[in-house]
């Protein structure tokens, strides 16, 4: 059904448009979401997620643009997370701590939107919760588009040193690689991704389309690159795969169609066999390929 | 949620006649007691949380108890039963699949949230019937809490310290060093799951009165602002309990005089407990060093 009805969407203009941000974002969080598990720092991206509410919640209560409260919001609190932690790596308590609050101010935040202004929309609060990729305009697609094109160029950029940083942080240091700067930047980047993943699948969401397609990559790859690489090609299927059988069948949402398809192919990675950890003698023979 | 009120009642600086006042209403009788319930499972829940370093695990639990209660309106059924099922049910998932590693983990976890936070818009975007959204569901209510429920809560959270109480010095073992507890003998897995299933029961319960955002804020904070405080384990699980109860009870009291929810408040109060602990303790440590410069700074001088 969704195969038949596969050459009708792309004439639509509000599925290009989801289909170009989609697209874009994807790229950027498969990217970042796979420095995020190599790094095991999942926790501050889904502390990053709730943060984007609040920031764009702050930004509509008090009138400005919805994308700017996203932005400033969760590269803030990811350069405050930074500075928490030892060597750019925060504790996971102090996180809690300080995004469990932030989401309370949240909480606030939106019903001081709803009741102080009545007249503008009042399901705003929730698609910043669970995103509206199909409401997308084509000012906004092209932004966003731009900044998930500016997030994946930095990421290439940093991924050689970063790599070095993940693996071995006292040697990297030795070998005068910035740890800090790097640890400080990936935060920040990765904040920025999660403002951008915010537009398209919703702040609650979005750890879904960072955790998921990296988690399947680095289940079914051990070297590095070509996890990365696999991580943001699945999340560009998926996301692919969410929009359209969202078209195919409109109760359903597109957010829940994206989480749903990132879910089965990572559920899917448990049943291929999984490739050794374990260093053998020799060559190690090629297992699961 | 409450900003639907006209007018919030006035307060008057009378305390006890703001009280009498206050208390002379039912639900927010029933919301006190409530309140404190969830308050002290709550916070020595989150205690052990803490101490075995579990926030991610536990803030997955704590989400997916929205979409258990999604799927319960949608459904037809109790929303209580949707958030034990789905609590519960997290945990297991969680407990089961783990063991890969840290990275592993965490992806899984974060996957599992995903996805059931997803499936909650789906049973809303389909139900589509509910007053208000699901921010009620989200960021919590006070208002019609029953007699019935209290007693529910009560129920489950007696259940749950008993079990926690058994199996406490074990797993307090186990949690400051599990390879020599296992050792020594020590269960640490079975451990760890009936762990995670009691933290998924309290946070179904929890859930119910502060909103499935905001439980782990009731279960974090007061326990890193104890530990902050001191590091011997019964004080610091005491203060915990108290500075939840208490966090709790001026929310319920602010959220009662305004018209905004009440888990912004409990975070609040929570969070600044926190920082003036955070803060007394620099303070402290600054003094200390000021006061009593040690030998080897001499030295180095």
Redo the contacts between chains.
Sequence with gaps: MTFLSAGSPLSQPFFQHALLAGTSIAVACGLVGCFL??R????S??ALS?VAFTGAMAALALGYDLRLGLFTGTIAIALLFGTLGREARPD???????F??I???G??L???Y??SRSTTD??A??SV??GSVFGISSAHTATAALLAGGICLVMLLIARPLLFTTVDEAVAAARGVPVRLLGHGFLAVAGAAAAEATQAV?S?????????P??AA??LTDRPYRALALSAGLAVLEMWAGLFASYAIP???P??A???A??AV?AAT?LVRRPTTRPRVGTAPPVGA | MLSADPASPAWSWDLVGDFRLMWSYPFMVNAFRAGAIVAVVSAVVGWFVVLRRQTFAAHTVSTVAFPGAAGAVLLGVGAVYGYFTLCVAAALVIAVLRGGGDREESALTGTVQAFLLACGFLFIALYKGLLGGPQAILFGTFLGITAHQVSVLLGVSVVVLAVLALIGRPLLFSSVDPQVAAGRGVPVRALSVVFLVLLGAATAEAGQITGTLLVFALMVIPAATARTVTARPAASLALAVLLACAATWLGLVAAYYSPYPLGFFVTSFAFAGYLLALGLRALHGLLGRTRVPLPAEEAAR
């Design positions: 598990v190599l095991a720092q999942v926790f991206a889904d709730h996971d308590v102090v996180i809690g701590s300080v469990s609050w989401l309370g101010l909480a606030f939106i019903t001081l709803t009741t009042g399901s609060g929730v919760l669970f919703g609650l969401l979005l750890l879904g389309l960072l955790a998921a990296a988690g680095i289940r109760k359903m949402p957010s829940f994206v989480m749903a990132a879910t990572y448990f």
